[in-house]
């Protein structure tokens, strides 16, 4: 039996399995490690391939393996599921991972930096104050419409209601009615100021990061958009090309081909959900944006909205805004506007 050579982690809250092999893909280690002795277990094995599930806190204990000086490779999770054999428990989930990262096809995650995770709570905590926006508002709403109130969709609408709930002058809300709305109200408020703070902490952040800048000066791609790509996607190069950057956001057509007859329907929708939901957002907005004041810049998205509904038209330009943030930030450039040219 040989020297441990290549580890398969699989981790949880409080105990964590390993399954360890040599050079000979022998099982030399099988063994349960609580969490507060996993460091400790790790220090004192010599500098191995560590492969671990790409889950909750996997970038925490990927960086804390590699300063002892071992080789951590994380993987999807859906890719490590091929390997596993018989019925799923802890063990048999460490040696498929152990199975897994030796593959020379195997695609891994890179471990993201403290730097990167902090960004990207700023981002997750923002969206989660939104969703909880949006469901105040929802809520308000909908009681004041069973009072036969109602106002114009949007941000604006709500704040209407919000000053009928304000004025106690207003004989259609009762005492009992209002108080009970007002609660609402001083939520919806609160999380609004949350929100803001969170936008001035995410507006220093972008600029104070010289790829953020770079980045949002592509139309479509503000701040948030900015600092969320430079957040989640750490090294550029990872990505082959703009397009394999654009499949791993979900923004490619799925694929259903066989006997050379290509079959392509709508996008995959896997990879990155918030960053796919950014992109198509600011895709929106320059369409928005055309619609008012022409396409004579971008005659490609003016051609493609005589043709397709919007939102087929934002998916596309979202695709392309991803192959252009690929370009540009591989290759050092700046965003140029595209030139037009003359007919002859």
């Given amino acids: 039996m040989g020297e441990v050579s290549t580890i398969g982690l699989d981790i949880a809250k409080s105990v964590f399995q390993v399954h360890g092999v040599d050079v000979a893909g022998a099982v030399v280690i099988r063994k349960r490690v609580s969490r507060a002795r996993v460091l400790e277990y790790f220090s004192d094995l010599p500098p191995c391939l560590v492969g671990i599930e790409a889950c909750p806190s996997a970038h925490h204990w990927g960086r804390e393996l590699q300063a002892f000086g071992h080789t951590v490779r994380l993987i999807p999770p859906s890719y490590v599921k091929a390997y596993l054999k018989r019925s799923k428990n802890d063990a048999n989930d460490a040696a498929a991972i152990c199975e897994a990262v030796t593959r020379p096809s195997m695609r891994f995650v890179p471990i993201k930096t403290k730097e990167q995770q902090t960004a990207l709570m700023l981002h997750r905590t923002r969206q989660l104050l939104v969703r909880q926006r949006t469901m105040l508002s929802n809520a308000l709403r909908g009681h004041l419409a069973e009072l036969g109130i109602v106002s114009a969709k949007g941000r604006n609408g709500t704040a209407d209601l919000l000053s009928i709930i304000k004025d106690g002058s207003d004989s259609r809300l009762s005492p009992a009615v209002r108080g009970i709305l007002d609660v609402l109200a001083r939520q919806y408020g609160a999380i609004g100021v949350e929100i803001a703070s969170i936008d001035r902490s995410i507006m220093a952040l972008h600029r104070g990061c010289e790829a953020s800048r770079r980045l949002a000066e592509i139309p479509g791609v503000g701040p948030i958009g900015a600092t969320a790509l430079v957040a989640e996607i750490g090294d550029w190069k990872t990505f082959s090309s703009g397009r394999s950057l654009a499949a791993w956001i979900g923004l490619v057509p799925k694929q259903h081909s066989t006997g050379g007859k290509d079959r392509l329907g709508s996008i995959t ?6 960053l796919r939901w950014l992109l198509v957002v600011g895709a929106m907005a320059v369409i928005c944006y055309a619609r008012k004041h022409g396409t004579e810049k971008r005659p490609w998205l003016g051609r493609l909205m005589e043709r397709r509904p919007t939102k087929v ?30 007919a002859t």
Wanted: hydrophobic share 50%.
């Fill in 313 to 342: 038209a934002a998916v596309a330009l979202a695709n392309k805004i991803a192959r252009m943030a690929w370009a540009i930030m591989v290759r050092g450039e700046r965003y140029k506007e595209p030139k037009l040219l003359l």
């Fill in 269 to 274: 929708k896997q990879g990155n959900r918030y």
